[in-house]
């Protein structure tokens, strides 16, 4: 990968909007940044290209994982206990909230219309045709 001074000049101009001269010491900083990290880069995949390359083992042999590698743990069982656990724990926290919100509703709720005893009450205030309307429509 080249590094192209007057690309970067550029960039530097538009973001910052101070001139920039291809000398200046910044592009040998950029420079020795991009080799170093070009390196990095090369070290670490020569590495993983290592730890993942295929062993050669003859018939009936034993493959022999490289140095440093760890097994990678493995489940056959859909859940694992700790994790039936907190499921049963979720499912009670979420049962226990459930009843809690009924019972605070059966407590805190009023009850919907008028007492029956009340509306007779009201109903013998009325004069006979109001009363006979709304006898008609509560009986709809």
Do not use: C, W, Y
């Not at 420079?31 to 993983?48: D, F, Q, S, T």
């Not at 907190?86 to 219309?113: D, R, W």
């Amino acid at each position: 990968m080249a590094l192209d001074p007057q690309k970067l000049r550029l960039h530097v101009f538009e973001k910052t909007g101070i001139k920039v001269d291809v000398d200046d010491p910044i592009f040998a900083l950029v420079a020795l940044n991009e080799a170093v990290l070009e390196e990095a880069v090369e070290r670490h995949l020569a590495r993983l290209d290592g730890a993942h390359a295929p062993t050669p083992a003859a018939p009936g042999a034993a493959v022999v994982p490289p140095p440093g590698a760890r097994p990678i743990p493995t489940s056959h069982e859909p859940f694992s206990r700790r994790e039936l656990r907190l499921l049963a724990a979720a499912a009670g926290v979420a049962v226990l909230t459930a009843a809690l919100v009924l019972i605070g509703q059966a407590i805190f709720s009023k009850p919907a219309g008028i007492p029956p005893a009340k509306l007779e009450r009201a109903m013998q205030t009325l004069d006979a045709k109001a009363r006979a309307a709304f006898e008609a429509e509560l009986s709809k």
